[in-house]
């Protein structure tokens, strides 16, 4: 263990729970000259100490002294401030994300199931043609929707990860091959709708391909240009020009309010990425942001409702995909599913143990033997 790791260690798990230096003196029984000497990498604690702080911090010891995995090209980008208790969640889902990366790889070479990444090819720097070119590999007919860019994603040879990021500023980044990627981690807070994660993948997917030199693995501000060609790879990609062209006109004798809903069920897509869309094909004919808050305006007269705390109206989970099949719900998927499966037949060959694959899906060992049954 550096002291490096155990320094970051405890100034992470400070930020977590809000606690000064004052204050876990005061919890630990330390002094604060002592904290700040761990917390500076000056001292190295005795183990006396080591069990005060993490007793005060109700971590475990090994938590406490566990090197901070690193990831060499890990993209993160904001264009906010982060708190610093955002910092710190920040930098627990960078060892978070590079654990599940290190379990991932480990189980694909344990059950001999790697996943070849089938995107190299492309290689255009203009997101349209880039999206175009993915839709043809994933053989995607042109005025198809993606329904299910999960499995995609998946068979692509691209590892995906659903994680909570106890923060909204960033909704989610990415990891280049390096690492053992190329993966993409999705924020999966229950206030995010499914919408919004599908589209962050297909944003990731185009960082992931026309981004390559800017995997450097430091925390950063966006660049505007790039995520602007990120949003243009995604637009395209969820909902191909010539497509979305055909959908307005066909809905062109309902209201505007409507056709953006109606649309976004077809394509299964968050309004908002309607109106980017609208936005991208009509050009300069209006100022930045009118076609959002006009959109806001009518559907709060119509509908009752401001839009606000990231609603999204008419839901994928509100589609059925035929009106003779109204049991049915949505015929958009959107489970990941890889990661698991490969825990469970590497525990099937007994290349790990029960407790092995508890660890691995972060579950406790009465947990995971009902999830064993499960399978079963």
């Not at 960082?207 to 030199?213: A, D, Q, R, S, V």
């Not at 995909?321 to 958009?332: I, M, N, R, T, Y």
Request: avoid cysteine; charged fraction near 30%; glycine fraction near 4%.
């Amino acid at each position: 263990m550096a002291l490096t790791d155990l320094g970051r260690n405890v100034r992470r798990y400070m930020k977590l729970q809000k606690l000064s230096i004052p204050q876990l003196a005061e919890k630990s029984g330390l002094g604060t000259a002592t904290l700040s000497n761990i917390l500076n990498e000056k001292a190295s604690p005795n183990s006396s100490s080591l069990i005060k702080i993490s007793t005060a911090l109700g971590v475990s010891f090994p938590e406490l002294l566990s090197e901070i995995p690193k990831l060499k090209t890990l993209r993160f980008r904001t264009n906010t401030k982060l708190t610093a208790r955002e910092i710190a969640e920040r930098d627990q889902l960078e060892i978070d994300s590079a654990i599940w990366l290190k379990n991932y790889v480990s189980l694909e070479e344990l059950t001999g199931k790697k996943s070849n990444y089938k995107l190299n090819k492309v290689v255009t720097k203009d997101p349209n043609e880039a999206a175009k070119e993915v839709r043809k590999i994933f053989n995607i007919k042109e005025d198809a929707p993606v329904y299910d860019i999960v499995s995609l994603i998946e068979n692509a040879g691209i590892k995906l990860y659903l994680h909570d990021f106890n923060f909204q500023k960033t909704f989610g980044l990415s990891v280049n091959e390096e690492d053992g990627g190329p993966a993409i981690i999705v924020n999966n807070s229950e206030s995010i709708s499914v919408e919004r994660k599908i589209f962050t993948i297909a944003h990731e997917l185009g960082h992931l391909i026309l981004h390559k030199t800017s995997f450097d693995g430091k925390f950063a501000e966006e660049n505007d240009a790039e995520e602007k060609e990120a949003d243009t790879f995604a637009a395209e990609f969820l909902m191909p020009e010539k497509a979305f062209i055909k959908q307005w006109e066909a809905h062109s004798g309902i209201s505007w309010v409507d056709a953006v809903l109606q649309i976004k069920q077809y394509f299964g897509v968050s309004y908002k990425t309607v109106l980017y869309r609208l936005n991208s094909i009509v050009g300069d004919r209006f100022k930045s942001g009118y076609l959002y808050k006009e959109f806001a305006r009518l559907y709060r007269i119509k509908y009752n409702h401001d839009l606000k705390n990231n609603y999204e109206p008419k839901p994928i989970s509100e589609i059925v995909p035929a009106l003779d099949e109204p049991e049915k719900l949505s015929p958009f998927s959107f489970n990941v599913e890889r990661f698991e499966r490969l825990v469970r037949l590497a525990y099937e060959q007994q290349k790990i143990t029960i407790s092995r694959a508890a660890e691995i899906l972060n579950l406790s060992t009465m947990q995971m033997r009902e999830r064993v049954a499960e399978w079963l």
